[in-house]
């Protein structure tokens, strides 16, 4: 695992070398730079941060070379089919210097050129210089599901690209500017889509997706989606040999994921996902996995949907022979919120973000590799909004005049803050808003957190008027019409792997861990167990049922003899963390210092008098708007951190503090 940059026709070796050194983070334990000019002025370079997982030796070294040094790459990922492609290739004339997977796709790539990416299976982001035809082409790829990141800025013939947006802002010609059509995503839905990023002119390779730089020019082409049948489409097999066929799949997935050369563990919530992840790595090793889980004091979990029974993991650790640490945490939020803003590079007001750091940062002592549940919810239909469309479906049945007056009743009901109702009055007044929409339009409402006519409130005039015709769920859309012939569950399936586990789940998993140098995969997205169980398995196999569906019906069932039926009955529980808490108490300073009056009308954004009420609606609690304000605050940090005082100058003060604290 490492962090990449490159530079094609702009910058020299002093701009390389501190495009690496800011992602230090993500590959401590090596650095390396290799750059060429040409006689007509050209120039590429490439830079790598190693975080060593297979063959510890310098063997490893990146960026990386075929034998004659005409092939040069620079490497972030892991290719768990290396092996199986190493032994093909030999047996073709290749010949090797390390044991490393990086190797294995410089050979790869000479002998498939650009459809090598067919043939790996991992995750990963790359770029390659091929000088064999005289002149320079570079090739970037990132890999199916992007797990890992790939940004990039393409301004005339220049090209800059790197792992992470903060190592691009090192290059003199390009300049930390906000995107008001991001800006207009982001408060729809917390987080910016691919390929955008909140960064005018920056944007992010998108998953699947590879390019081609030649003569100054950037091509961009899809190498892989994910398909799903036909609504129509007939599933001739059983629940039952799906269900094995579906467990040997996904246990053979995991000990694939499991090869390492440093210690490896895992995240364990004891929900479903993890569970079966840590059940799976159990078979695969006569080791006691380690296991980590992540738990806040009962002071911060009054409310909160988080696991109410932080001891059903350590059941399940017992259970199954386990090493378990629980990390019960009391974190310094105030501190942690602007240097986590600085590792994500964009805003991201998903405070799972802080969760997913102080599980990495412990877990870090004893393991440099962890799996994680990520893509369970995503291939087997395993959110709330999912339900809610099945309810939906039912709810408008209802005669319309009646479901005015129930939408009204639910809109006036009260936050419930502090009680375990609050997560149940949201989803309810969430669905209340969409409850008459049609499917497509019923999705992306329970998606977001600001709707245009909050959003148009909260613009400043100037703004508002830039905004007019900017429609935040672009690729919502997009997406829609990609798989329009699928089952609407399919659909929705669809959009939540390509968009908001990619731009979101992935994002802040890959950023959160490598900022304390921990490398995390994700089984659940290996491709062929992804492929099967989009093509194979019937959408009421994936959430079963009318009035009480049971979300990933399938899944548990193949996990059914392996887990215990605790843990199979166990509601949802993701990285939550106590915003309502932290705003109260830790971050009401903050808040009426980063989002006071004065400070609103300089930024010129937002209306001063639409940003207080947000804040006083939430303290009498008329309303809980404790994720709206949370994205007024990554924002502004954000703002502070990019924009503000020098990206360049903000990103040493953050590195030195950072390498202070791990000396």
């Known amino acids: 695992m490492c962090g990449i940059a490159g530079l094609a026709n702009c910058g020299d070796r002093e701009v390389l070398s501190r495009m690496t050194h800011v992602q230090t983070h993500r590959g401590p334990d090596d650095f390396g730079l290799w750059e060429r000019r040409f006689p007509d002025g050209g120039y590429v370079g490439l830079g790598s941060r190693r975080l060593a997982i297979l063959d510890l030796s310098a063997d490893g070294h990146m960026p990386m070379c075929n034998e004659d040094r005409t092939v040069w790459i620079t490497y972030n990922g892991e290719i768990y089919n290396f092996a199986e492609l190493r032994r093909e290739l030999q047996s073709k004339g290749h010949r090797f210097a390390s044991n490393t997977d990086t190797e294995v796709v410089i050979h790869l790539y000479e002998q498939e050129g650009e459809e090598c990416v067919q043939k790996l299976k991992g995750m990963f982001a790359f770029a390659i210089c091929d000088l064999r035809s005289g002149k320079p082409e570079l090739f970037l790829a990132r890999d199916h599901f992007g797990v890992k990141p790939l940004y990039y800025a393409h301004r005339g013939n220049k090209l800059a690209f790197a792992s992470e947006v903060k190592a691009l802002l090192q290059a003199p010609h390009i300049g930390p500017e906000i995107d008001l059509d991001s800006l207009h995503q982001y408060l729809t839905f917390l987080w910016v889509p691919d390929p955008k990023t909140m960064f005018r002119g920056i944007f992010k ?45 996904f246990r053979r997935a995991v000990g694939q994921q499991m090869v390492s050369d440093v210690p490896i563990g895992a995240f364990l919530s004891a929900g479903l996902d993890s569970s079966s992840i840590v059940a799976m790595m159990c078979k695969a090793t006569m ?30 650790a017992r259970k199954l022979g386990c090493e378990n640490q629980q990390i019960v945490v009391e974190p310094d939020v105030a501190d942690l919120l602007p240097r986590l803003t600085w590792h994500m590079d964009e805003p991201t007001a998903d405070p799972a973000i802080i969760t997913a750091y102080l599980v990495c940062r412990e877990a870090r002592k004893q393991a440099t590799v962890l799996l994680s549940g990520v893509g369970g ?16 479906h039912g709810y408008q049945r209802i005669p319309a005049r009646l479901r005015r007056g129930m939408e009204s009743a639910v809109n006036a009901l009260p936050s419930l803050r502090g009680t375990a109702l609050k997560g149940s009055v949201r989803l309810a007044k969430k669905m209340a808003r969409s409850g008459s929409l049609a499917p497509e339009e019923q999705f992306i409402r329970n998606c977001t957190y600001l709707d245009d006519v909050q959003k148009t409130s909260l613009y400043a005039a100037e703004v508002c008027d830039q905004l007019r015709l900017s429609d935040p769920a672009v690729r919502h859309h997009s997406s829609f019409e990609t798989v329009r012939e699928s089952d609407f569950l399919n659909q929705m399936l669809y959009l939540d792997t390509k968009i908001f586990m990619t731009s979101l789940n992935l994002n802040y998993n890959d950023k959160m861990s490598m900022a304390s140098s921990v490398e995390v995969r994700v089984p659940f997205l290996d491709r062929e167990l992804a492929e099967f169980a989009a093509w194979n398995i019937p959408p009421s196999l994936k959430l079963k049922g009318f009035l009480r569906p049971t ?18 009955r166990q509601p949802k529980a993701g990285f939550a963390a106590p915003v309502d808490y932290w705003l109260a108490h830790d971050l009401r300073e903050m808040v009426d210092d980063l989002l006071s009056d004065t400070n609103i009308r300089q930024r010129g954004l937002f209306r001063p008098e639409a940003v207080r009420r947000f804040v006083n609606e939430q ?33 040493d003060e953050f590195t030195q503090a950072r390498e202070a604290a791990t000396a």
Do not use: N
Not at 244 to 249: F, N, P, Q, Y
Not at 298 to 314: C, I, M, N
Not at 383 to 389: E, M, V
């Open 619 to 651: 303290r009498s609690g008329a309303e809980d708007w404790s994720m709206q304000i949370w994205q007024f605050l990554t924002l502004e940090h954000w703002m502070r951190i990019f924009l503000d005082a020098g990206a360049a100058q903000r990103c």
């Open 287 to 316: 080791q006691p996995v380690r296991t980590y889980t992540i738990t806040f004091p009962r002071k911060y979990r009054v409310g909160e949907t988080t696991l109410d029974d932080p001891d059903v993991p350590v059941r399940l």
């Open 377 to 392: 919810d995503e291939l087997f239909a395993g959110y709330r909004k999912h339900l809610a469309y099945r309810w939906l």
């Open 551 to 568: 979300t990933k019906h399938i899944f548990r069932e193949a996990m059914r003899d392996i887990l215990p039926a605790e843990v199979l």
């Open 205 to 249: 390779l998108p998953a699947g997706h590879s390019a081609t730089f030649r003569d100054g020019e950037l091509k961009i082409k899809q190498y892989w989606d994910l398909h799903f049948p036909r609504a129509d489409a007939d599933y001739p097999r059983s629940e039952a040999d799906l269900a094995d066929e579906l467990r040997a799949r």
